[in-house]
């Protein structure tokens, strides 16, 4: 067999469980995190408001990180380059709390084929000391031209995601134009914690066939999450209770993106955004965005 490519990808793993990690959001993290993607909200700076730190959500991508390992299962270190983050969906019970401990496990619920290559989705448990859930994150992603050595798998189902009917005219409630400095993937792969070489090291990115180094997703997400937090729940993390959408064109450094919100709609005290979030070429780097949150 040839040692280029990310070669076979196996379903026997379907089913598994990560290693259970246990973090203590400290304010050193917190503030952490929201430095990572050069959020200036005060919220998640200064500890000695009434309440303490806010928590931004996007730390759930911290956490899943931490514990995405499968125990007595290797990381299948020839496929590993050839991973990109694809779709995210959190559902927070109860926000997140600075100074508590937070559990994450994942357990591997589906794989199957698709034509870029082979789609895996793990779905995250993040508890407190007292076993309460606090958020269940969906966290899937494309190992980019790699084959299935079987059947798809799946054993759970997902979870239905709030519909959406552009406005007739198609103009957007508002954008927001945020820019991803030279240094932004180094910046949020040691603030948030999550180190992966293609979005550090030219040299890596290049190996894997990418044109060059690339935001994470998962910065990208969080990046789209505190324009929607700030624009439409007043600053203030705590209201939301859901994040989606699926991750398509590559973001680049020292580039500008846009965040665009097509639609925010309130119903029975509850308020669900649609946005998208577009590179410096106009194309779409997060299609299908949405926040739910507390009005």
Not at 179 to 187: E, N, R, S, T
Request: aromatic share 6%; proline share 5%.
């Amino acid at each position: 067999m040839s040692g280029t490519g990310p070669g076979t990808i196996t379903t026997t793993e379907v089913g598994t469980h990560t290693v259970a990690t246990t973090t203590l959001l400290d304010a050193r993290l917190v503030m952490a995190y929201a430095t990572s993607i050069n959020d200036e909200n005060e919220a998640y700076f200064d500890d000695t408001r009434a309440g303490g730190l806010n928590v931004h959500p996007g730390i759930v991508f911290s956490l899943q990180w931490k514990s995405r390992f499968r125990p007595g299962q290797p990381t299948n270190m020839r496929a590993a380059p050839f991973g990109v983050h694809a779709h995210t969906d959190l559902r927070i019970v109860r926000p997140f709390q600075s100074g508590e401990a937070v559990t994450t496990q994942g357990r591997l619920v589906a794989r199957q084929q698709i034509p870029p290559g082979v789609y895996s989705v793990e779905r995250y448990t993040l508890s407190d000391t007292h076993g309460g859930i606090i958020a269940i994150l969906d966290y899937n992603g494309i190992t980019r031209g790699a084959t299935l050595d079987g059947d798809d798998v799946r054993v759970e189902d997902d979870v239905p995601e709030p519909d959406f009917a552009p406005n007739i005219d198609g103009q957007p409630e508002w954008t927001h134009e945020v820019h991803v400095p030279l240094h932004a993937g180094q910046q949020y792969t040691e603030c948030a914690r999550i180190y992966n070489p293609i979005h550090t090291e030219r040299s890596v990115a290049l190996a894997a066939g990418l044109p060059d180094i690339i935001l994470h997703g998962s910065a990208t997400k969080a990046i789209a999450l505190s324009s929607v937090v700030d624009h439409c729940f007043d600053g203030d993390a705590r209201c939301i209770t859901r994040l989606g959408g699926q991750l398509r064109a590559m973001v680049f450094m020292n580039t500008d993106i846009q965040v665009v919100c097509h639609q925010v709609n309130d119903s029975d005290g509850e308020r669900v955004v649609h946005f998208s979030v577009l590179n410096e070429s106009g194309q779409s780097a997060i299609d299908g965005g949405f926040v739910v949150g507390r009005a």
